[in-house]
């Protein structure tokens, strides 16, 4: 079912910092990835999302970077603070079938 | 705005007994989805549902697992007999599902989990 690649398994960051994580997919079908974050004791949430028809989606510190013709997306935390220690998930989904393939997550740890 | 609601949030039983996860979608939310997740095989698909339908289930482990879907406010899973490999933390998600015209790929949203615990 691993269809979604992410690396790496665990990141420590110093506040302010970047955090990058990178996911690689094979499926040539997917259209639609989003980057999920998790507390301990709670769901995945949706953090940011985006189509293979942009390069490129920024929402404040976060920015999701898409490589189509390699197929590869990362997520990209700016200037890192310790409130964004969490899970991270990339995942990918395809068409109008809302069956989405999850990696296998990173945990980011942002020291203060 | 209530978000997924499951229940319970915590579950100890012995292997062999039944156990039931119950959730309630996102109201308005046609599609569900069950999950499972542990430190060795990270976030699992088992099983979802479009307007009550199971449509991919291929992700079931095996027939001591079933879920159902009774109305579009209420799923369940059940694990019958239980056994101590089933032990994770079990997600609930819904969303829209795609409709001709309308924004493709809707977000999943997901419910806080149940920690099941198979002794």
């Known amino acids: 079912q691993q269809q979604v690649k992410q690396s790496p398994q665990s990141l420590i960051v110093q506040k302010g910092g970047i955090s990058i994580i990178n996911c690689a997919y094979e499926?040539?079908?997917?259209?639609?990835f989003p980057w999920y974050q998790q507390f301990p004791g709670k769901g995945p949430a949706l953090l940011i999302a985006?189509?293979?028809?942009?390069s490129e989606k920024k929402e404040g510190r976060f920015t999701i970077s898409f490589n189509k013709s390699a197929k590869q997306f990362s997520l990209h935390i700016m200037d890192s603070q310790p409130g964004d220690s969490a899970t991270y998930f990339c995942?990918?989904?395809?068409?109008?079938?809302?069956?989405?393939?999850f990696g296998a997550g990173t945990r980011l740890t942002v020291k203060p | 705005d209530a978000g997924v609601i499951q229940s319970p949030r915590h579950e100890v039983t012995e292997m062999g007994q039944e156990v039931t996860l119950r959730c309630k979608p996102i109201?308005?939310?046609?599609?569900l989805f069950w999950y499972r997740q542990t430190m060795m095989r990270g976030l699992e698909l088992l099983i979802y549902?479009?307007?009550?339908?199971?449509?991919?289930d291929s992700g079931m482990p095996e027939d001591r697992f079933s879920a159902k879907m009774p109305n579009a406010s209420f799923s369940t899973l059940k694990i019958q007999p239980s056994e101590p490999r089933d032990s994770a933390v079990y997600f609930c998600?819904?969303?829209?599902?795609?409709?001709?015209?309308?924004?493709?790929?809707?977000?999943?949203?997901f419910g806080d989990g149940t920690r099941l615990s198979i002794l």
């Open positions: 998600a819904s969303s829209l599902e795609f409709r001709l015209g309308g924004p493709s790929n809707q977000p999943q949203h």
């Open positions: 499926n040539t079908a997917f259209d639609y």
């Open positions: 985006i189509r293979p028809d942009v």
């Open positions: 995942a990918a989904s395809r068409g109008n079938n809302n069956d989405m393939r």
């Open positions: 109201s308005g939310h046609n599609s």
């Open positions: 549902f479009n307007n009550n339908v199971p449509i991919d």
